[in-house]
């Protein structure tokens, strides 16, 4: 049992990106398939996963640290609050207006790319494959990058969320 919760915490990531994924599919209203799928995208795998992140760079700095592959540092913490201010504002916003989830979204979207780009480089100059900097937790990332404005687009605004 031990085993099984530090597996799902050590892939918080993974685990609320399949959560989001399945709740869209599973839960029925609102009746568009993209308009639920972007509310649990943005509760689940945004919301939970950088509220976690947070807690994790501001509470647990060198466990954070030591997965990314980096040292701590000073701007962990600004990072950690930075993530727990994304968290708390996209898990606000599954119950919030189609205007609160679209600048969410451009938030979260420009945020996500800078990490990847971040994340890319150090991999590419620092030789830093470490799981955290250069594996699952980016392609996720990178595809929410894509996949959040995606589906504001192709969602209809006149439905509520």
Do not use: C
């Amino acid at each position: 049992m031990v085993e099984a919760i530090r597996l799902v915490l050590s892939h918080v990531p993974v685990v609320m990106f399949l959560a989001a994924l399945a709740a869209a599919f599973f839960v029925k209203t609102p009746s568009n398939f993209r308009s639920r799928l972007l509310g649990f995208m943005l509760l689940l795998s945004v919301g939970v996963e950088a509220t976690w992140a947070g807690l994790f760079h501001v509470f647990f700095a060198h466990v954070a640290a030591a997965s990314i592959g980096w040292e701590v540092s000073p701007f962990q913490f600004e990072i950690g609050i930075a993530d727990i201010a994304i968290g708390v504002t996209a898990i606000v916003s599954f119950w919030r207006s189609w205007s609160f989830k679209e600048a969410t979204i451009i938030y979260v979207t420009l945020f996500y790319a800078g990490v990847a780009i971040g994340h890319v480089r150090e991999a590419l100059i620092s030789g830093d494959y470490s799981s955290n900097n250069f594996g699952l937790l980016l392609l996720i990332t990178v595809i929410k990058v894509f996949l959040l404005p995606a589906l504001y687009f192709m969602a209809p605004k006149d439905e509520p969320t």
